[in-house]
């Protein structure tokens, strides 16, 4: 297992890295996170026929295992809607919104789903890399935990702790967390890791002689801090945001993104954030919206009062003015349910019940409803999109028959995503949608060609979706990046981090030793 002295030290990265290290290493592995607290979540595999939600970290952690996301590897997720409450997710599936100190409570009947799933991995996998969730040494949060140490000892599983030194204070970090641990704790402890290093190893290395002094633990690697990866972001908009990116000589698109208290999914806008001719931005509290070719409202976990924050910023104004100048807009899932007359939710799913005006730019209407929609999805761009000057109604709306693939059907451009929406919009705007997936269509266009929005995540992934996407928001002879391509080569330079920086003997030991133990 995996843990972090602090949150954002490298526990995400450092499983996807050790996964990757072992599939060379010819081992079937799996990664586990017991319990999450995101509002980025991926679609998988439940294990009933159908699908459910985990982490993106998870997701992108299977992607370096090289098999299928699964419910299994992220049993409890928590996805705020409040700054005091969070939806809560079992196995891939809502049972309802809790308070902090409900669910406090709970976490006993959440520990069950969690050595339940945790127990099917283990029959199926030859190792399974454990990630925890912030840091164990949170004294407030000990009591049933079942995200860090809790469960460390639940199934006796050994444990190294990562420590960013990037942020200052690297050792004061590791033995301050150790010295919290019980005895049994610090016992299951193996090693350190310490994360995003950069400078002379040789400065370190006193520093590394009396940490292992100090505690008769051993420093399994100093990581080196690597620029330009590109991996899924677990949950907050990462620190990195601002990319390390060379453009392009000539047009550039600009692009921005709003961002709300509880946008979700953000990694949609990774492959602009690596655009070569698009500078894109995100757009935060008390910032005014620039002039810009482009805005992008992303999803939401809580629609109504996100969308309440977008008019206390003024941010409404903005884009009215925006589109008064002939630009262009897009939403995604929440923020395409924004863009309508009406988003209500009668049974507070995501807050108080109640119903909210929309932005008004789409004929269409919004109802939030307990049947949430997860699919991994396929299709094709509209014709108008894709090709700019076409009429998208005259593309069939029937779905896709089955084995069909969209470009063959479709004679258009592909799109591949998922979907994960609690919202069932209904309206006029509809008749013009965005994409025809395999189950329908999907999304609306505006009369006037300047606003659309639809339900599909990673929207923009697929390099000649995106292409599509930028030339109607104005771009000439885009080139868009191959996110996946960029993300599969990240994981691979992860790997040979681990296998040049890593005492990887000592690794293979502990992970050895545990899976002897447990058998």
Not at 38 to 53: C, I, P, S, T, Y
Not at 132 to 154: K, Q, T, Y
Not at 257 to 271: E, G, K, W, Y
Not at 434 to 462: K, R, T, W
Request: hydrophobic share 45%.
């Amino acid at each position: 297992m995996v843990q972090g002295c602090t949150s954002d030290a490298g526990k995400s990265t450092l499983v996807a890295a050790i996964c990757r290290w072992l599939v060379r290493q010819g081992v079937n592995v799996a990664p586990f996170k017991p319990q999450n607290m995101a509002l980025n979540a991926a679609v998988a595999d439940d294990g009933r026929g159908g699908f459910g939600e985990i982490g993106r970290a998870q997701a992108a952690q299977a992607a370096a295992c090289r098999i299928a996301p699964h419910t299994d590897m992220n049993p409890v997720l928590l996805k705020p809607n409040t700054d005091v409450g969070a939806q809560v997710i079992i196995q891939g599936h809502a049972i309802g919104n809790m308070s902090a100190l409900d669910y406090h409570t709970y976490k006993s009947t959440a520990q069950a789903a969690v050595l339940e799933s945790f127990a099917r991995l283990r029959t199926r996998y030859e190792a399974v890399i454990v990630e925890g969730a912030g840091s164990p040494a949170e004294i407030n949060l000990r009591a049933n935990d079942i995200a860090n140490m809790g469960f460390a000892e639940a199934v006796d599983c050994p444990v190294i702790i990562v420590a960013d030194i990037d942020r200052g204070g690297v050792f004061a970090h590791i033995v301050g967390t150790l010295e919290l641990l019980s005895e049994s704790e610090q016992a299951r402890v193996k090693g350190f890791v310490i994360n995003r290093f950069r400078g002379d190893i040789a400065l370190l290395q006193n520093g590394l002689d009396w940490l292992e002094e100090r505690t008769g633990k051993p420093v399994l690697g100093v990581l080196p801090y690597l620029r330009g990866l590109q991996l899924e972001a677990e949950d907050g908009i990462s620190r990195d945001a601002v990319r390390d990116v060379t453009h392009a000589d000539g047009q550039r698109l600009r692009v921005i993104a709003p961002v709300t208290p509880r946008i979700s999914n953000h990694t949609d806008f990774d492959a602009l954030r690596q655009h070569p001719q698009v500078d894109f931005r995100f757009i935060g509290p008390d910032e005014q919206i620039p002039a810009a070719d482009l805005i992008i409202l992303p999803g939401s976990k809580a629609v109504r009062a996100d969308l309440g924050f977008l008019r206390q910023q003024g941010w409404d104004k903005a884009i009215a003015r925006h589109l008064r100048y002939g630009g262009r807009l897009i939403g995604i899932c929440g923020g395409f349910q924004m863009l309508g007359l009406e988003v209500s939710d009668p049974a507070g799913l995501e807050g108080m019940p109640g119903s909210s005006e929309g932005l008004g730019w789409l004929d269409m209407t919004t109802e939030l409803k307990d049947d949430k929609q997860l699919r991994n999805v396929r299709g094709a761009l509209s014709q108008e999109i894709a090709h700019g000057d076409a009429d998208p109604l005259l593309l069939p709306l029937e779905p896709l028959g089955e084995g069909k693939i969209a470009r063959d059907l479709y004679r258009d451009i592909a799109v591949a995503g998922y979907e994960i929406h609690a919202g069932v919009t209904q309206g006029a705007a509809l008749a013009r949608p965005v994409l025809h997936l395999e189950h329908g269509p999907d999304g609306a266009i505006s009369d006037d060609n300047q606003v659309l929005g639809c339900y599909l995540h990673s929207l923009f992934d697929m390099p000649e979706a995106c292409n599509a996407f930028m030339a109607w928001a104005g771009l000439t002879a885009p080139r868009s990046p191959d996110i996946a391509a960029m993300r599969e080569a990240s994981i691979e330079r992860l790997a040979d981090m681990v296998a040049e920086h890593m005492d990887t003997q000592k690794l293979m030991t502990i992970l050895d030793n545990s899976v002897g133990k447990s058998a």
